[in-house]
């Protein structure tokens, strides 16, 4: 199943580094929605990489992080 995890941070600088972890480790930039204003990164993944991707955002610290399956499933 496809899964929508999202974290929100106290800052764009945080975010914004989870983000380029996440493109560095070769996640694709289509699955990955940074709202800078907002302070907040969205990652659509399948279940196998939720993890990975949980432990990329939790290492920036996130003020929280969820996820729950992708809309269109």
Known sequence: M???VTA???SE???RNAFDE????GFPRESLFLDE???ELKVIIGDSAQREV???LNRHEPAKLWSRPYPNE
């Open 22 to 25: 996440l493109v560095s480790d």
């Open 54 to 56: 949980e432990e990329v």
């Open 13 to 15: 600088l945080k975010a």
């Open 8 to 10: 929100a941070y106290d």
């Open 2 to 4: 496809t899964q929508t």
């Open 37 to 39: 204003q907002a302070r």
